[in-house]
């Protein structure tokens, strides 16, 4: 039995992005602003192939220019450090995006940091990490702030609640731990090394799960009526056929959450619609223009 309400992210992220294409409309005939996404990947990764294809294929749909870098998975540093510093001074280039993991000879960090930060569209960026912790104006990682606009339409106001975050990467865990903040939620980030995680996320009215582990979240590890949020993309196989689950055991904690986003189909969609509402902002910032209300 599902109690839950589903929190449908493919529909919230399709009206994103049907409000990013009117902005880029305008955008084009007020201010011949057209925002240009480069995404640069390294290499062969299955994963990484299909997310890159998705991003180019909803780039395009909205108006915006894609340019796709594929890289041999050979590929030096230095190449794909001049690579970013051609796209760092392309003036039709508003964002650019290192598709990660990156193979074990290059360092993830020297790539990310080679980026102008305002093109930093991943906001992964140590200059927008900074920003982001200390409140000011910054790029923010996509998913993480796909993650706060599903809880807050589920949600409304998040101010005063318990949240917490299982998982403490750069990507996802820091930074929408970052976010809550901002948005006067009291915030735990639990991790592996957490002591009785089942009575930690006990306490959360909100539950923001990434760590990448399948179906870890339990049902009766939740407080009645809490709403989750499932950051995990986890292949794993079941009766024979390859299934895609998050990290929450969604039909188990359906029965207890108020609220549930469903792996397929919650955050997963946002990430890419954010993607693209960060480049709208990168490229009226370059240009000087008011970002338009999307
Ligand atoms: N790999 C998995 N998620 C992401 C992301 O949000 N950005 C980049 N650049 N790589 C990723």
Redesign the pocket.
């Known amino acids: 039995m599902c109690a839950a309400k589903v929190i449908d992210g493919k529909k919230f992220a399709e009206g994103l992005r049907g409000r990013i294409a009117t902005a880029i409309a305008g955008l084009k005939s007020d201010h011949d602003l057209e925002p240009g996404l480069a995404v640069v990947l390294v290499g062969e990764d299955p994963a ?1 192939q299909v ?1 890159v294809r998705n991003k180019a294929k909803q780039t395009v749909e909205v108006g915006m220019k894609s340019v796709e870098h594929k890289l041999d998975a050979s590929t030096s540093e230095a190449d794909l450090l001049a690579v970013v510093e051609q796209l760092n001074n392309d003036p039709t280039i508003h964002g650019i ?5 990156l193979p074990d000879h290059i360092d993830e960090n020297k790539v990310i940091n080679s980026i102008n930060p305002d093109k930093d569209v ?1 906001g ?1 960026h140590v200059i927008n990490t900074g920003r982001l912790a200390t409140g000011q104006d910054s790029l923010v ?3 993480p702030v796909g993650s706060v606009m599903l809880a807050k339409d589920a949600l409304g106001s998040l101010s005063g609640l318990e949240a917490v975050v299982i998982g403490r990467s750069n ?1 996802v865990g820091k930074p929408v731990a970052q976010l809550l903040l901002q948005e006067n939620c009291t915030v735990t980030i639990a991790h592996s090394r957490t002591k009785d995680l089942p009575g930690v996320v006990g306490r959360a009215d909100l539950v923001i799960a990434a760590v990448g582990r399948a179906e870890m979240v339990k049902g009766d590890w939740l407080k009645p009526g809490a709403c989750v949020i499932d950051v995990g993309i986890n292949r794993i196989e079941r009766d024979g056929k390859n299934r895609i689950v998050g990290d929450c055991d969604y039909e188990d904690c359906a029965k207890t959450a108020g609220s549930i986003t469903p792996v397929p189909g919650g955050v997963g969609p946002m ?1 890419i619609a954010c ?1 693209l509402h960060n480049t709208v902002h990168a490229a009226c910032a370059i240009k000087g223009v008011p970002v338009p209300e999307m």
């Open positions: 990484s997310y995006l290192v598709q990660l993991p991943d992964f990682p996509c998913t990507i990430t993607l």
